[in-house]
């Protein structure tokens, strides 16, 4: 397969990729390079071929911008924090064009697609996730079925002169994150030939998004001391640690890998409620009753990559790493205070991560002069949407979620 084999993290088993998310029940697999850590000259992800799970790559770009926030670190009483910005910047030649780092992971989970001539994926999104996968699969004409509940579909918007007539946007009515999850799972079993993206599963969506650190390890000369993002589901932290700990196994990189710092919504924080046991296990008790009302609905999901060996439960473990959950008011103060300092909207995880950030300094789990990585998960869609003319793609299909499949398998034919 080229420059990587796959391993089973649970058996160690080695084998080789057909576009394969399973191999061993309650198990991760990794993607094995054979070569060391060499930038290319290529931009974003591509920079750092090698360690992408792909023969080749593609025109499609996504990436990291690394930069230190000087004046935002002084703010909060820091004097080493960095910035990884994902989205729509164009001073800072930011590189994720649909606002979110969920960018990363679409432009090479398309290529290991066709790599392996996939018919077309599926995939089900709260929304910045499918932006994204339309945004590139519209651009690479290649066929795509985005399956979102209803309050997130006004966010497949793409820019008004890309064609999508490659993508289909199904909509569960009254329906929630956990349901297009269900129904896209369904349908991929009467698809032949088509494939799931595969979230946290997937090689290339934690390769690529995991190639943020890469970037950040290149701009500040060393690997953060700690990382801190807001987390819903789980690839971005495995797939950090996952670099990571390649630069330390490669003899790259000889000190130790950051430590991670996952932030979630008071109401909805099943990683946190599990890690702050330090149960490897999800509880029913971990998860709320009802359904309720967040501030950061990207970060929700019933069910996280945590338990999973080689999941969050694992990178935390191995990392020494913390978790929080930030209220509201005190998300909005941070976001304020971040884009008022550096010029820049910024999505509701970005503005959480802040928060734990300040939370952490308070309570002394971080000190002054640590090297800081906060990920800017997702930025610069206000600006974007001033200063592009995007649409928000018409639903092909509404219904509910009983109905959808035999809908869908109907309408193709």
Known sequence: ???????????????????????????????????????????????????????????????????????????????????????????????????????????????????????????????????????????????????????????????????????????????????????????????PGWQLEGGAHNIARRDGIGSLILNSYEAIGKLPDHYFQAVGGGPGPIGVYEMMKRLVDSGHYSDKVAKLHLSQNPEHCPIHNAWQRKSRQLSEVDFPIDNPEVYSDYLLSETPAYSVTGGVYDVLRATGGETYVVEENKAIAAGIIFEETEKIDVLSPAKVALASIIDAKENGKIDCDDCILLNVSGGGVQRLKQEKETKILNPWIIDGKDKLVSRILQKLG
């Open 1 to 191: 397969m080229g420059n990587y084999t796959l391993k089973c993290i649970k058996t160690n088993e080695r084998f080789d990729d057909d576009y394969t998310l399973h191999y061993t029940d309650g198990s991760l697999i990794q993607a094995e390079y054979n070569k060391a850590f060499q930038p290319t000259e290529e931009l974003g992800i591509w920079r750092y071929f090698d360690w992408m799970p792909t023969k080749k790559t593609s025109s499609q770009i996504a990436g990291t911008v690394t930069y230190k926030a000087e004046k935002l670190g002084k703010l909060i009483g820091l004097s080493n924090l960095w910035i990884g910005f994902h989205g729509y910047w164009p001073e800072k030649n930011a590189i994720c064009p649909t606002g979110s780092f969920k960018d990363m992971e679409a432009v090479p989970t398309i290529q290991r697609m066709k790599d392996h001539s996939c018919k077309g994926m599926i995939c089900a999104s709260a929304g910045n996730t499918a932006r994204a996968f339309t945004h590139y699969c519209s651009l690479d004409n290649f066929p795509l079925i985005v399956i979102v509940c209803e309050k997130h579909a006004h966010r497949i918007w793409i820019d008004n002169t890309i064609n999508t007539d490659c993508v289909k946007v199904v909509v569960v009515k009254d329906g929630t994150y956990q349901d297009a999850k269900d129904v896209a799972k369904e349908l991929s079993k009467g698809l």
